[in-house]
Every structure is written in C-alpha cells, then in structure tokens.
C-alpha cells in the first residue's frame, strides 16, 4: 500500500509565498514513518494534504495509484493535535464516535475509553479523553493510513504511552501506514523506522 504526494506545491491565498514548493514524498505501509521540521514549516499543511483536507493545491495525491476520494469515505484518516476542534460540541460523544464507525467494547477497553462517557458533550471531557475518541474515530475499519499530526503533544506522559500502543498495536494487526509527526525526536526515534525531515524535501 503505497500514499504518495508528488510535486506538491500550496501557499495560501492571503500568502505571497508558497509554504510548500515541489514536495516528493513517498510512504508504505511497511514502515512507520516519522515526519519532522520547525513550527510554521507547512507540516500540518502537508498533513492536511496527504489526507484530503486540503483539496486545492498543485500536485497529487495518489493512494495505490489512485485519488483519494472526494465524497466517500477517506482511506487516509489525520488526527489532529486538538481534537476539541474537530468535533462537533451540540453531539454528545456517542454521536460524535457513531459518526465514523461503532468499535466493539474490546477495543474502546483498550484505548481506555469508559461508557459513561458515551452521555457526555465533548466540553464535558479533558483534552486525554478527547483524543482517544478523536484516535479511535480514525481507525476505521475502512481506513488504510493514519496520519498523527502532533497527536499527543498536548497529553501527560502516561496518557501518551498508552494512545500511542494502542494505536501501533492496530496499526500492525492491520497492515496499516502510519505517519506520525512529532517535535519529540526521542519518540521519532524509539518507534519510527524511517524518518523524513521537512527541509529536505520542500524546495522553497
């Protein structure tokens, strides 16, 4: 399973300059791939990209050979830094999860999310448990690469721990691609067998 992002190029339309210029970058779902450069350096913006969010900017996308799709279900899911900002606040949590897919109780076990949870509105919850919903809502079962934009910046040690085993334990199971962009090069380095650093490949 090949995601690939060729000649990529996006400034946006306030901008003078381009904040990504002729990007070449290729993932698999054999490794685990780390992404990594300067706060401002356009990673979330190449995120938002590879995964759909972004659907005007010169150059493509393919995911084995083909465009991500523009209604349907994405096969590249993005997990965001702050997942508060990605839910809906009128939905209780049971809503919002329902919204992607139902997981079995096995695995909301895993990720550590409690059913008495499903009742409450996302202002209701702290940013830890918010995000195992953001996460789990990501790994449908249609999903074929995770990108993890900063995922566990804003978490305590503990919580980071256990999102990020759960998440790679799956991960595995499924043969799925996993980009993981992160300011901890402690992290990038423990689980990450390759990584791409942002300045080799932009050429603005």
Known sequence: MELIGSNISFKYPSAKKYILKDIDIYLDNTKITGLVGDSGSGKSTLCKILSGYIPKFEGRVTLNGE??????????????????????????????????WVPDD???????????????????????????????????????????????????????????????????????????????????NTICDDVIYLKDINKI
């Open 67 to 100: 465009e991500l799709p523009k209604k349907e279900f994405c096969p590249v899911q993005l997990i965001y830094q702050h997942p508060e900002k990605v839910m809906n606040p009128k939905w209780k949590m049971s809503a919002v999860l329902d919204e992607s």
């Open 106 to 188: 096995a695995l909301l076990e895993d990720f550590g999310i409690q059913k008495s949870w499903m009742t409450r509105f996302p202002q209701e919850l702290s940013g830890g448990e918010l995000q195992r919903f953001s996460v789990i809502r990501a790994l449908n079962p249609k999903t074929k690469f995770i990108i993890a934009d900063e995922m566990t910046t804003m978490l305590d040690a503990i919580t980071q721990v256990q999102i990020l085993d759960s998440v790679l334990k799956i991960v595995k199971q499924r043969n799925m691609g996993f980009l993981i962009v992160s300011h901890d090069m402690d992290l990038v």
